[in-house]
């Protein structure tokens, strides 16, 4: 494992990357849609939210099958 991306609610805590990443010796970041594709203007602020980011992957890749 090289990085450890967070999603959801849980990726907002604040500075939990930077406090776990130097103890795994990875890379550690939260992860909003926005990281991941493009977004068109007008969604760039809900876009950059993490606790997103599992839906929209839902939506992208068809999870609900």
Same mark, same amino acid.
């Given at each position: 494992?090289? =990085? &450890?991306l967070f999603i959801g609610g849980g990726a907002g805590v604040n500075e939990f990357g930077s406090y776990l990443g130097? =103890? #795994?010796g990875v890379e550690a970041r939260a992860t909003a849609p926005s990281d991941l594709m493009e977004s068109p203007a007008e #969604? &760039?602020?809900k876009a950059g939210n993490p606790a997103l980011t599992m839906a929209v992957g839902l939506a992208q890749f068809g999870g609900g099958r």
């Open positions: 494992v090289q =990085r &450890l130097p =103890r #795994l #969604l &760039l602020g």
